[in-house]
């Protein structure tokens, strides 16, 4: 009988922490379907050479998701789009990244949290508005000095395409990462706890929101 009554209790103090976890996380699409997405570690396309997500899905934290489509807006004003890679990303497969590459350039230290494990940063790139990829200083996940963003080795139209997307990202309050040129991050990135749920069993709800505005 105690036996029962701890468990009953451990369930009960642990579903509300399992909900707070990922309230206010929002699956991008269910905000803007027309989003064109590339979600690398859905694939053996990323530098595991394995799948390493379940399913192709970006979650974001709420405002970050705002923001990306923000940008997405602009850009499409201006002839572009974006391509996503990658958005929220769970501890357990940060976990698997750090056992391949321990470099704390390109991967975080589990031990820490990954601004991708809090839902507070994306990658991404650009792309013209038929979807087709531009050209930028290196492929997705290449841990070298070609994805550093001080790298003067790209073609100049490689260098102005990335100096494109930075601004766009920059003017939405995105932080740019020094050594991946398609990683950025959200404002108040820090405010977010680390969170380990899966992507697939994700359920989120598709309020009307407005992208427009400061959030």
């Known amino acids: 009988m105690i036996r029962l009554l701890v468990v009953f209790?451990?369930?009960?103090?642990?579903?509300?922490?399992?909900?707070?976890e990922n309230k206010d996380f929002v699956d991008i699409s269910e905000l803007d379907g027309s989003l064109m997405l590339d979600i690398r570690y859905a694939t053996s396309r990323n530098f595991t050479g394995k799948v390493m997500y379940p399913v192709a899905r970006c979650?974001?934290?709420?405002?970050?998701?705002?923001?990306?489509i923000r940008v997405e807006q602009k850009l499409r004003t201006q002839g572009y789009r974006l391509i996503i890679f990658d958005g929220y990303r769970p501890l357990s497969v940060q976990k698997k990244f750090w056992n391949i590459l321990p470099d704390e350039r390109y991967v975080a230290d589990p031990a820490k949290g990954s601004r991708h494990n809090r839902g507070a940063a994306v990658d991404v790139s650009l792309?013209?508005?038929?979807?087709?990829?531009?050209?930028?200083?290196?492929?997705?996940?290449?841990?070298?000095?070609?994805?550093?963003?001080?790298?003067?080795?790209?073609?100049?139209?490689?260098?102005?395409?990335?100096?494109?997307?930075?601004?766009?990202?920059?003017?939405?309050?995105?932080?740019?990462?020094?050594?991946?040129?398609?990683?950025?991050?959200?404002?108040?990135?820090?405010?977010?706890?680390?969170?380990?749920?899966?992507?697939?069993?994700?359920k989120g709800v598709n309020a009307e929101v407005s992208p427009k505005g400061n959030d």
């Open 9 to 20: 209790f451990v369930l009960v103090i642990a579903l509300p922490l399992n909900a707070e």
């Open 59 to 68: 979650l974001l934290r709420r405002d970050a998701a705002l923001r990306l």
């Open 127 to 202: 792309g013209d508005l038929a979807g087709n990829p531009l050209a930028m200083p290196s492929d997705y996940d290449d841990f070298s000095e070609k994805a550093h963003r001080d790298y003067a080795g790209a073609s100049l139209e490689a260098k102005k395409n990335c100096a494109l997307l930075e601004a766009a990202m920059s003017e939405e309050g995105f932080d740019p990462f020094p050594t991946e040129w398609w990683h950025f991050d959200a404002p108040g990135w820090e405010r977010y706890p680390v969170s380990d749920f899966s992507l697939e069993e994700f």
